[in-house]
C-alpha cells in the first residue's frame, strides 16, 4: 500500500494516496446524541439541503449544513426535532411517500415500528415486529409505483405501504435456508434496477442473510438465491470494472448493471448478471459496514467505490486501485454522498461514533 501524506492547511486535513484523489475536510462539527445514521435532503417544505440524524434515542434531528467557510462554530445548528416516540433510529430514508410534491422522512427502530413524517408531522406509523428493524429500502419502478421495505431482526421482510402491509417473506421457509439448521438473519438490503446482460432491466429487492445467502426478490417472491464466500454486509449499485473485463455476452445497448458486495472478511466482490465474480476487486482486511458510490459525469468512466466499517477512516477505491484514504476522528457509523457544485468533486459526510460530524470533499 502506497503511504499516506498529509498536509494542514487553515484547520482542514488533506489526506492523500494518489495526487489524482484528495480528500479535504471543509468542516468538523459536534453533536449531543448519539448517531445511528444520517442523509442529506431537501425535506418537508424546505428550499435548502438539510443533514438528517437519527439518534439513539429515538429522535430525528434536522440540522443546517453549514457552508464551507463556516468554522466559527463547534456545534451543528438545529432546525427540528421529529419525536419518533419509538425505540433507537436503525435505518433512514428520504422519498416521497405522500405524492405531495415534498420529500418525506421514514425511519425505522429497533423496536419495530416504522414511522414516516409528512411535512414535520407523524403521517404514518406501523409495527411491524418485535423484533429490531435494522434495514430500510425504498422499491420504486419509472412509472411512480413504490413500495417500503424493511427487514427485522427475526429474518423477515416486509413490502408495505403506509397503510396496508402488501407482503411478508420469511427466509427460514425458503428451500434453500431448511437445509441449514440456523434461523437466517439480514445484514443488508438494496432495493434496485437492473440492467441484465440481454439489456432487460427489472427492479429486485436484495437481501444478504448471515447464512451466505444473497436473495433476489420481486414482488415478493424469491425469484433467484446465490451463495457466497463470505457473509455480506453492505451492498451498492454502481460501474465498478469495465464490462469486457467480466467477459460477458452482452446483446443489450446498455452495460449490464454491477453490484458491490462487501463481507465481514473485509474483501469487496463484484456481482453482474446474476453472477458473483470471486477474484476480490478489493479487501481492506477489516469488516466493512458501508459502501457508497462517488457519480461520474461520463457513463463510460468506472466509478470510485467508497468504504467505512470497524476502522476509522474512508477509503477510495477507483479502478481496484486504493487512491485516497481520510482518517476520521472514530469508527464511522453512517455516511452520505452528495453531490459537489464543481465538476469532478463530492462532498461526503460522515457521522462517527464518537458524535462528530466532518464534511469531506472528495476531488478527482
Avoid at 462554530?73 to 416516540?85: A, F, G, M, S, V
Avoid at 402488501?166 to 432495493?191: E, G, N
Avoid at 485516497?324 to 461514533?353: L, M, N, P, R
Wanted: proline share 3%.
Amino acid at each position: 500500500m502506497m503511504p499516506t501524506s498529509w498536509e494542514r492547511q487553515e484547520n482542514s486535513v488533506v489526506n492523500t494516496v494518489s495526487k489524482k484523489c484528495t480528500c479535504t475536510c471543509l468542516w468538523r462539527k459536534h453533536v449531543t446524541h448519539n448517531i445511528n445514521t444520517i442523509k442529506v435532503a431537501t425535506v418537508f417544505r424546505d428550499k435548502q439541503a438539510s443533514l438528517i440524524i437519527g439518534c439513539e434515542d429515538g429522535v430525528l434531528r434536522i440540522y443546517s449544513l453549514p457552508s464551507e467557510t463556516d468554522k466559527s462554530q463547534d456545534t451543528l445548528e438545529i432546525k427540528l426535532n421529529l419525536e419518533t416516540k419509538g425505540g433507537p433510529i436503525q435505518s433512514l430514508m428520504a422519498f416521497d411517500v405522500s405524492k405531495l410534491g415534498s420529500t418525506d422522512l421514514i425511519s425505522a427502530d429497533s423496536r419495530g415500528m416504522v414511522t414516516i413524517f409528512c411535512n414535520g408531522q407523524i403521517s404514518a406509523r406501523k409495527s411491524l415486529s418485535k423484533d429490531s428493524v435494522s434495514c430500510l429500502q425504498v422499491d420504486h419502478d419509472a412509472t411512480g409505483n413504490f413500495t417500503i421495505i424493511a427487514s427485522d431482526g427475526s429474518g423477515v421482510i416486509h413490502g408495505f405501504m403506509p397503510y396496508k402491509h402488501l407482503w411478508k417473506v420469511r427466509l427460514a421457509d425458503t428451500a434453500i435456508q431448511k437445509t441449514i439448521p440456523q434461523l437466517p438473519r439480514i445484514k443488508c438490503l438494496l432495493a434496485t434496477s437492473l440492467i441484465g446482460a440481454s439489456g432487460q432491466e427489472s427492479t429486485y429487492v436484495i437481501a444478504a442473510d448471515d447464512c451466505k445467502n444473497l436473495h433476489f426478490l420481486q414482488q415478493g417472491i424469491v425469484v433467484v438465491t446465490l451463495t457466497c464466500q463470505s457473509v455480506i454486509t453492505a451492498m451498492c449499485k454502481g460501474y465498478f470494472v469495465p464490462t469486457e473485463e467480466l467477459e460477458l455476452a452482452t446483446t443489450g445497448p446498455e452495460a449490464p448493471s454491477q453490484v458491490a458486495l462487501a463481507a465481514e472478511d473485509g474483501s469487496v466482490y463484484i456481482m453482474c448478471n446474476f453472477q458473483i465474480y470471486f477474484d476480490e476487486y478489493v479487501n481492506v482486511k477489516l469488516p466493512i459496514r458501508q459502501l457508497g458510490t462517488l457519480p461520474e459525469s461520463n457513463s463510460s468512466n468506472v466509478q470510485s467505490l467508497l468504504c467505512t466499517g470497524n476502522f476509522n477512516h474512508l477509503v477510495v477505491y477507483h479502478d481496484k486501485k486504493l487512491v485516497a484514504k481520510y482518517e476520521t476522528t472514530d469508527w464511522v457509523s453512517s455516511f452520505t454522498v452528495v453531490e459537489g457544485t464543481q465538476e469532478g468533486s463530492h462532498q461526503v459526510i460522515v457521522g462517527c461514533c464518537n458524535n462528530t460530524v466532518e464534511a469531506i470533499k472528495i476531488a478527482r
